[in-house]
């Protein structure tokens, strides 16, 4: 019978331990950096997107769509506050650079068009005209009662956007795609449209 010895060859080596452990923290701190690179994480913090999210879920950004275009009308948005850039907030993309938007009596008009808004339980109370300049857009929170958006403070710089919010996964409960409506049609974009207050 022949018993298995392990030689003391076959061992590790001290050094050769050590350069495992430093090898399997620089990967997974190059996988670490990849992620957020192209990914964050932002809480809600309010009911401005009222009622497709929520106070206090947690939703996954899209960093690297708005490098490949331009964000569309009916996407969701996490940007830097043009008054406030240490605070984030979240918005409905409304209007894009050369549009014409109009609110009166609540109702949306885009470049002279009514907008469909499926996603909005009531329109707002206040009325306004914004013209876009380049790399400008409207945005508004679904929650048209109680949100600081660009019927308040004005068109949002492009250079302010952090990324498109992709998902929500806390919580658990509420896991799910984030609600976008492609150029506004009234139809919700799909999964694979999504990944590309």
Do not use: C
């Amino acid at each position: 019978m022949i018993e298995n010895e392990t030689r003391q060859d076959d061992l590790p080596s001290g050094s050769s331990a050590l350069r495992e452990i430093i090898e399997t923290v620089l990967l997974a701190l190059i996988i670490f950096w990849a992620i957020n690179s192209v990914t964050g994480r932002f809480k809600i913090d309010g009911s401005s997107m009222e009622p497709n999210l929520h106070n206090g879920q947690y939703i996954i950004i899209n960093k690297v769509t708005y490098q490949l275009h331009d964000p569309y009308r009916g996407d969701v948005v996490v940007f830097q506050y043009p008054n406030d850039p240490n605070r984030d907030f979240i918005k409905r993309v409304i209007g894009v650079p050369g549009d014409e938007v109009r609110i009166s009596d609540g109702i949306v008009y885009v470049n002279g068009k009514a907008v469909d808004e499926p996603y909005i339980t009531e329109p707002g109370n206040y009325s306004g005209s914004w013209t876009l300049g380049t790399s400008e857009y409207f945005v508004l929170g679904d929650n048209r009662h109680n949100s600081s958006d660009s019927h308040s403070w004005g068109p949002l710089p492009g250079n302010n956007i952090i990324g498109k919010a992709a998902a929500v996964y806390w919580p658990i409960d509420d896991l799910g795609l984030v609600p976008h409506y492609g150029e506004l049609s009234g139809n919700t974009a799909t999964a694979s449209s999504i990944l590309g207050d």
